[in-house]
């Protein structure tokens, strides 16, 4: 049975290449135009797994994700990293003195502003969807029009990449998350990396002794992100991602952040996937 992978947009976005550089090409695919319909379709069990981007290069932490994942108790099993590459595609036979208008994802448009600089006349439009809009011009036969999007998109809906690369920082990198409503079986083999929740009173020095446990017990720490507690102004809870050589170290750690946090929550434990 072919896995049902849930992903925030349509077919030829990042997320869909993620899925299929984490589960391979055999995936059915249930695209989500927002990532709470996302987690809905976790919930629901009209999907199995999720793929989630949860930190940009440019854009840093995507906050919201980290309270999806926390509220609705989902499991972090994976994670990818994926380099992105912003690419003017339209209809064949087009060129770019052809475009009156390019569509995009608010943060693609941003993100390659510079390039369009060199032709004032054409107009960029906010859309849901990077891959979407390519689908769309393909669907409609949208003459005129282009999409900034993954070169995926482009070969799954028989469109011309135009330019390739027009986003103005060449090195930007995604971090995606894979996750589940399962706890992961994931084995001790199998592990070297994973993400905490916890919060701590308001003594001056407690996240710091924190921090010292996780250096004491050899954690190397890759990630903190605080979130505020909404029921309580000026409370925070911390997100952290820690990689680790031996699980022993890694137990070690966990008992002791245990009795010392006010709150404690283990988001999930996999193999850590920067390459």
């Given amino acids: 049975?072919?896995?049902?992978?849930?992903?925030?947009?349509?077919?030829?976005?990042?997320?869909?290449?993620?899925?299929?550089?984490?589960?391979?090409?055999?995936?059915?695919?249930?695209?989500?135009?927002?990532?709470?319909?996302?987690?809905?379709?976790?919930?629901?069990?009209?999907?199995?797994?999720?793929?989630?981007?949860?930190?940009?290069?440019?854009?840093?932490?995507?906050?919201?994700?980290?309270?999806?994942?926390?509220?609705?108790?989902?499991?972090?099993?994976?994670?990818?990293?994926?380099?992105?590459?912003?690419?003017?595609?339209?209809?064949?036979?087009?060129?770019?003195?052809?475009?009156?208008?390019?569509?995009?994802?608010?943060?693609?448009?941003?993100?390659?502003?510079?390039?369009?600089?060199?032709?004032?006349?054409?107009?960029?439009?906010?859309?849901?969807?990077?891959?979407?809009?390519?689908?769309?011009?393909?669907?409609?036969?949208?003459?005129?029009?282009?999409?900034?999007?993954?070169?995926?998109?482009?070969?799954?809906?028989?469109?011309e990449v135009i330019e390739d690369e027009i986003q103005t920082i060449q090195d930007n990198s995604t971090r995606f998350v894979i996750v589940q409503t399962e706890e992961p079986e994931n084995g001790i083999d199998q592990i070297n990396k994973a993400s905490l929740k916890f919060q701590l009173n308001h003594k001056r020095g407690s996240l710091a002794a924190i921090l010292n446990v996780l250096s004491d017990c050899k954690m190397s720490l890759t990630k903190i992100q605080s979130l505020p507690v909404i029921e309580t102004p000026w409370k925070y809870s911390f997100f952290v991602d820690i990689t680790f050589d031996v699980y022993k170290d890694y137990e070690k750690a966990i008992k002791i952040i245990e009795i010392m946090a006010e709150e404690f929550k283990i988001l999930g434990t996999y193999k850590n996937g920067r390459r």
């Fill in 1 to 159: 049975m072919n896995k049902v992978i849930a992903i925030q947009g349509a077919e030829g976005s990042n997320h869909h290449k993620v899925a299929r550089d984490f589960y391979g090409t055999s995936i059915e695919l249930k695209e989500c135009m927002s990532f709470d319909i996302l987690v809905d379709s976790l919930l629901d069990k009209s999907a199995t797994y999720g793929v989630m981007a949860i930190e940009n290069t440019i854009a840093g932490s995507i906050i919201p994700n980290y309270a999806l994942i926390d509220n609705n108790n989902l499991h972090i099993i994976g994670e990818e990293y994926l380099n992105i590459h912003h690419h003017l595609m339209a209809l064949k036979g087009q060129k770019i003195e052809d475009l009156k208008e390019v569509w995009s994802h608010p943060m693609a448009l941003l993100q390659c502003k510079a390039f369009f600089k060199k032709y004032p006349y054409i107009k960029l439009v906010e859309d849901v969807d990077t891959a979407e809009v390519a689908k769309r011009i393909s669907k409609e036969n949208l003459v005129g029009i282009g999409a900034i999007a993954p070169k995926i998109a482009a070969e799954i809906f028989n469109l």
